[in-house]
């Protein structure tokens, strides 16, 4: 019972790159005349990136011609991350961090970049977790379970017992497929199925961690059935029941 792990995405919850990933996006949509906004990047984040060369350009079906599209943008993206530095990291990881850690919590990076390991060398922060899991070790990306799963596998730890922070509505989608509680980074317009909504990692702290886990693993021993809202409804968090 209880909590025993917290797997982080990586883009755009412990460092800025979701960013990077809109601005390659970006230029590589001027390029092409396509329309291309921070609206429809929504939809990109957590999305592998041929997944999202597929969306941004849905004519084409020629496979050749999307993979050399997606090479393109991974050029520039790789470019754009050269700049990163460890004082890239988002304000409260290392806290956050070291309090789970002391805790005996497992830690994981579950990402759909195939530049994880990269973007975590730059940051210098690859051997604060316990295991890393990412793009080019699994066949479905977000919402698809693959990359948080392959966590706990690595972690050894229940799923139930994890929790995934998240920026990205197809990141929630994963962890709960994968029958995970899911913290979402951003708002709640945008992360509307998120067990719980903060403004960033500076907001977590294995006290929240610990009651959304136990709340959930309640819910699904049946403790509460009726699906309606439960936790704190006010101001900018809430917790909606999942297992109705
Ligand atoms: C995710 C980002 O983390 O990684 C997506 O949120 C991105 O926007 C995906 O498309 C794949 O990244 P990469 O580095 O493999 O192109
Ligand atoms: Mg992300």
């Given at each position: 019972?209880?909590?025993?792990?917290?797997?982080?995405?990586l883009d755009?919850?412990i460092t800025?790159t979701?960013?990077f990933?809109?601005?390659?996006?970006?230029?590589?949509?001027?390029?092409?005349?396509?329309?291309?906004?921070?609206?429809?990047?929504?939809?990109?984040?957590?999305?592998?990136?041929?997944?999202?060369?597929?969306?941004?350009?849905?004519?084409?079906?020629?496979?050749?011609?999307?993979?050399?599209?997606?090479?393109?943008?991974?050029?520039?993206?790789?470019?754009?991350i050269?700049?990163i530095?460890?004082?890239d990291?988002?304000?409260?990881?290392?806290?956050?961090?070291?309090?789970?850690?002391?805790?005996?919590?497992?830690?994981?990076i579950?990402s759909?970049s195939?530049n994880t390991l990269l973007v975590l060398q730059k940051l210098?922060i690859a051997?604060?977790?316990?295991?890393?899991?990412?793009?080019?070790?699994?066949?479905?990306?977000?919402?698809?379970?693959?990359?948080?799963?392959?966590?706990?596998?690595?972690?050894?730890?229940?799923?139930?017992?994890?929790?995934?922070?998240?920026?990205?509505?197809?990141?929630?989608?994963?962890?709960?497929?994968?029958?995970?509680?899911?913290?979402?980074?951003?708002?709640?317009?945008?992360?509307?199925?998120?067990?719980?909504?903060?403004?960033?990692?500076?907001?977590?702290?294995?006290?929240?961690?610990?009651?959304?886990?136990?709340?959930?693993?309640?819910?699904?021993?049946?403790?509460?059935?009726?699906?309606?809202?439960?936790?704190?409804?006010?101001?900018?968090?809430?917790?909606?029941?999942?297992?109705?």
């Open positions: 019972m209880g909590l025993r792990a917290v797997i982080f995405d755009g919850v800025d979701s960013r990933h809109y601005l390659c996006w970006k230029k590589l949509a001027d390029q092409h005349r396509i329309f291309f906004d921070e609206e429809f990047n929504e939809r990109f984040k957590g999305v592998s990136r041929k997944d999202c060369v597929r969306m941004l350009f849905p004519e084409i079906k020629d496979d050749v011609q999307l993979h050399e599209l997606a090479e393109q943008k991974n050029r520039y993206y790789v470019e754009m050269r700049q530095t460890p004082a990291l988002f304000d409260g990881t290392r806290e956050l961090l070291c309090e789970l850690h002391e805790h005996g919590i497992k830690t994981a579950g759909a195939k210098e051997h604060w977790f316990d295991a890393i899991a990412d793009g080019t070790e699994v066949a479905h990306s977000k919402p698809a379970p693959d990359v948080f799963e392959l966590c706990a596998r690595k972690l050894r730890v229940a799923c139930s017992q994890c929790v995934v922070v998240e920026d990205a509505q197809a990141g929630i989608q994963a962890a709960h497929a994968a029958g995970m509680t899911a913290v979402g980074v951003g708002s709640r317009d945008l992360l509307p199925e998120a067990d719980w909504v903060v403004n960033s990692v500076r907001d977590v702290d294995l006290e929240l961690l610990n009651r959304l886990v136990l709340e959930n693993q309640r819910l699904r021993a049946g403790e509460d059935k009726k699906g309606r809202q439960v936790g704190d409804t006010g101001g900018d968090h809430w917790v909606v029941c999942r297992f109705k």
